[in-house]
């Protein structure tokens, strides 16, 4: 019984919404831009996730939906989203399936001619059916630049370029690579395969007009 409907839920995020080199924090952000950073951070990984999702046999719920449903209701944080029942979700939301997801942790990593981030996540999608969990991983992502080198020169050159790795952009980047390996990892859905495909055979089945009518 798998997934066909999956709405991803807000993300939470467990960092420390500072910038962590080497784990050392070299960013002392107040409250208010902390929690600015935590939920450009867990949002970036909730986007990417679901786009996967999207690319797969899925159907995905629009994010912009999930968020006016939820606020509706009044659910604004992940608290309050972990006391309502997945039951209850799925009616709000019209979805069989929802996806919970928590950022773990975003460092950088830096010796001379190596530089890395690392992001960490942990993500649980579970039935709205009966409340249980279809599939939970938690995954981490090295995204490292190192560039050898041989003399002074080339050491002084590479170890500029390598520092400039450590730059948003790429933490972006690696967020987009979790959530796509994580997305990889659900197992195929032979049941909505089948059922696109007969959905692919009455569309292609349709005279010209109908079918741009029906697009």
Same mark, same amino acid.
């Given at each position: 019984?798998?997934p *066909?409907?999956?709405?991803? +839920?807000?993300?939470t995020?467990?960092?420390?919404?500072? /910038?962590?080199?080497?784990?050392? %924090? =070299?960013?002392?952000?107040?409250?208010?831009?902390?929690d *600015?950073?935590?939920?450009? /951070?867990?949002?970036r =990984?909730r986007?990417?996730? !679901?786009?996967? +999702?999207?690319?797969?046999?899925?159907?995905?719920?629009?994010?912009?939906?999930?968020?006016?449903?939820?606020? #509706?209701?009044?659910?604004?944080?992940w608290?309050?989203? *972990?006391?309502?029942?997945?039951?209850?979700?799925g *009616?709000?939301?019209?979805?069989?399936t929802?996806?919970?997801?928590?950022?773990?942790n975003?460092?950088?990593?830096?010796?001379? +001619?190596?530089?890395?981030?690392?992001?960490g996540?942990?993500?649980?999608?579970v039935?709205? &059916?009966?409340?249980?969990?279809i599939?939970?991983?938690?995954?981490? &992502?090295?995204s490292?630049?190192?560039?050898?080198s041989? #003399?002074?020169? !080339?050491?002084?050159?590479?170890?500029?370029l390598? +520092?400039l790795?450590? &730059? !948003?952009?790429?933490?972006?980047?690696?967020?987009?690579?979790?959530?796509?390996?994580?997305?990889?990892?659900? %197992?195929?859905?032979?049941?909505?395969?089948?059922?696109?495909?007969?959905?692919?055979?009455? =569309?292609?089945a349709?005279p010209?007009?109908? &079918?741009?009518?029906?697009?």
């Amino acid at each position: 019984d798998p997934p *066909q409907r999956i709405a991803v +839920l807000p993300f939470t995020d467990r960092g420390t919404a500072n /910038y962590v080199v080497d784990e050392i %924090p =070299l960013s002392f952000r107040g409250e208010e831009e902390r929690d *600015q950073w935590a939920w450009t /951070y867990a949002n970036r =990984l909730r986007r990417s996730i !679901d786009g996967a +999702l999207a690319e797969r046999e899925f159907t995905v719920i629009n994010l912009i939906t999930i968020d006016t449903v939820l606020k #509706d209701h009044g659910i604004d944080d992940w608290q309050q989203l *972990q006391t309502v029942p997945p039951e209850q979700l799925g *009616q709000w939301l019209g979805c069989d399936t929802i996806v919970y997801g928590e950022v773990l942790n975003y460092e950088a990593y830096y010796v001379f +001619l190596v530089a890395a981030w690392r992001v960490g996540a942990n993500i649980s999608m579970v039935s709205t &059916r009966d409340g249980h969990t279809i599939f939970s991983v938690s995954d981490t &992502r090295y995204s490292v630049d190192l560039r050898p080198s041989f #003399d002074m020169i !080339d050491i002084a050159v590479n170890s500029g370029l390598a +520092l400039l790795e450590l &730059r !948003d952009i790429t933490l972006a980047r690696a967020e987009d690579e979790v959530g796509r390996e994580i997305a990889l990892r659900v %197992p195929r859905s032979e049941k909505n395969i089948i059922q696109l495909k007969n959905e692919g055979h009455k =569309l292609a089945a349709l005279p010209y007009k109908s &079918r741009s009518n029906f697009i």
